[in-house]
């Protein structure tokens, strides 16, 4: 299994949710956080004075996922939340050792 964690701008999380749940894939967490790597931030005007926008709004997407099914899900991700320009976002996956059903006590694939 694989975590996938996404950070993207907010205004592609239903076009990455829908691509997602095509696939198959419907459970997962949204989280909103702020952040920059190389888009630095940026200017923005708001009744006559401009500031400057250090930590950019973004949603941090968190899902688990099958071995067999990650190349898929990175691929559709990339598809649906790529505009072209700077601030696109990123991708990380890792392992995930052990997955656990609270409710019912289901183990890793089983309580995905």
């Not at 990455?16 to 920059?36: C, D, N, Q, W, Y």
């Not at 700077?86 to 050792?97: L, N, W, Y």
């Amino acid at each position: 299994m694989k975590k996938v964690e996404v950070i993207l701008k907010p205004f592609k999380l239903d076009d990455v949710r829908e691509a997602l749940s095509v696939f198959g894939i419907t459970g997962m967490t949204v989280t909103e956080v702020k952040g920059f790597g190389r888009q630095k931030g940026h200017t923005e005007l708001y009744r006559g004075a401009e500031y400057v926008v250090d930590f950019p709004p973004k949603v941090k997407l968190e899902l688990v996922v099958k071995e067999e099914q990650l190349n898929t899900c990175v691929e559709t991700i990339i598809g649906a939340a790529r505009t072209g320009k700077i601030g696109d976002g990123k991708i990380f996956v890792s392992a995930v050792e052990r997955v656990i059903r609270i409710r019912t006590g289901e183990e890793d694939e089983d309580a995905i």
